[in-house]
Antibody, heavy 121, light 107 residues
């Protein structure tokens, strides 16, 4: 059974870079035709698609975040990562990693449990 | 950007009721729409994609319809486990793609 687990610092200072890693188990990123992505949700608010990456490294980003976002993949570790630069309090959210449905870089079928990242000094 | 508007924002209903949630797009998204269910403290769960395709394992009381700019999620007979927040999401373009959510509450 496919499982995804987010990891990384839970507290980030304003203006710094948020970094999260998603470790995939029960399936392989290598050679798959799926996109692997990130979605976030501010406490008590709605969902926002951040972006996603294919095994081959093709990326799709939400234009509203594109200037600050980098998503990368490390197939040897069966992991993919998110970096969000120049964070502010508005970036405080639960961050979810996900595997998307075949043929889509947006629709998420398998989700991690999510991790709350707080931006605060 | 394509804007997704869900209605209502909150819906009160009873077990056994038939309920419908609507999602409207600001421009045509063909059938590129999905629905999710989210319970407090949990990740969303995919229910329907491509407007009407039921995700594997999702009860058949859930159904989706629509195309173009107007879509609906229908629950034919509410069960206690269905009280949650529901989100639509388009995948016509790579933008912020979710509706604002509809909270389904027990009446």
């Amino acid at each position: 059974q496919l499982q995804l687990q987010e990891s990384g610092p839970r507290l980030v200072k304003p203006s710094e870079t948020l970094s999260l890693t998603c470790t995939v188990s029960g399936g392989s990123i290598s050679g798959s035709s799926y996109y692997w992505g990130w979605i976030r949700q501010p406490p008590g608010k709605g969902l926002e698609w951040i972006g996603s990456i294919s095994y081959s490294g093709s990326t799709k980003y939400n234009p509203s975040l594109k200037s600050r976002v980098t998503i990368s993949v490390d197939a040897s570790k069966n992991q993919f990562s998110l970096k969000l630069s120049s964070v502010t309090a508005a970036d405080t959210s639960v961050y979810y990693c996900a595997r998307h449905i075949e043929g889509s870089a947006i629709i998420a079928r398998h989700w991690g449990q999510g991790t709350l990242v707080t931006v605060s000094s | 950007d394509i804007q997704m508007t869900q209605s209502p924002s909150t819906l009160s209903a009873s077990v056994g009721d038939r309920v419908t949630i609507t999602c409207r797009a600001s421009q045509s998204i063909n059938r590129w729409l999905a629905w999710y269910q989210q319970k407090p403290g949990k990740a969303p769960k995919l229910l329907i994609y491509e407007a009407s395709s039921l995700e594997s394992g999702v009860p058949s009381r859930f159904s989706g319809s629509g195309s173009g700019t107007e879509f609906t999620l229908t629950i034919s007979s509410l069960q206690p486990d269905d009280f949650a927040t529901y989100y639509c999401q388009h995948y016509e373009t790579y933008t912020n793609t979710f509706g604002q959510g509809t909270k389904l509450e027990i009446k």
